[in-house]
């Protein structure tokens, strides 16, 4: 209960200060680009600047929107994500299940990828990291 009525203070909190126009921490004053009072499409909240030129604490804090990036793709042609979607796949469908439709659900799960694949991808692995192992 104590949790819901922080969460609450914390966006009445946010309310205010958007209709303040200051940022989250510092307080500082924020103006909306282009001409004051002009009706254009840049003047929305997430386009505010500080007025002495900083970037305020919302945009550069931990908080801040994950910038879009193109997933790098190994010389095998798997991305990362569909990496982790495999491993996910794995663990949600485990080795009790048979053989050939454990891999058909695992790779309904990895977007791109088919079953084969999947199996590919899983004996590649493994082969490395007994190659690994034995090096030591």
């Known amino acids: 209960m104590k949790k819901k009525r922080e969460a609450e203070i914390a966006e009445s909190q946010a309310v205010t ?4 126009g200051t940022s989250y921490k510092s307080g500082k004053k924020l103006v909306m680009p ?9 003047n929305t909240p997430g386009n505010w600047q500080p007025t002495d030129g900083s970037r305020p604490e919302s945009v550069t804090g931990t908080n801040a929107a994950p910038t879009p ?3 790098t793709v190994d010389e ?3 991305n990362g994500d569909q990496q982790v979607a ?3 796949g794995m663990k949600k469908f485990p080795g009790s299940i ?3 439709l454990r891999w058909v659900k695992i790779a309904e799960e990895v977007e791109g990828k088919s079953a084969k694949e999947c199996f590919n ?3 590649t692995i493994v082969a490395k990291l007994k190659k690994q192992q034995t090096a030591k």
């Open 17 to 20: 200060r958007a209709k303040e």
């Open 34 to 42: 282009g001409k004051q009072g002009a009706a254009n499409q840049e």
């Open 69 to 71: 990036t193109t997933p």
């Open 76 to 78: 095998d042609g798997w």
């Open 86 to 88: 495999m491993e996910a």
């Open 98 to 100: 048979p053989t050939k």
């Open 121 to 123: 991808r899983f004996k």
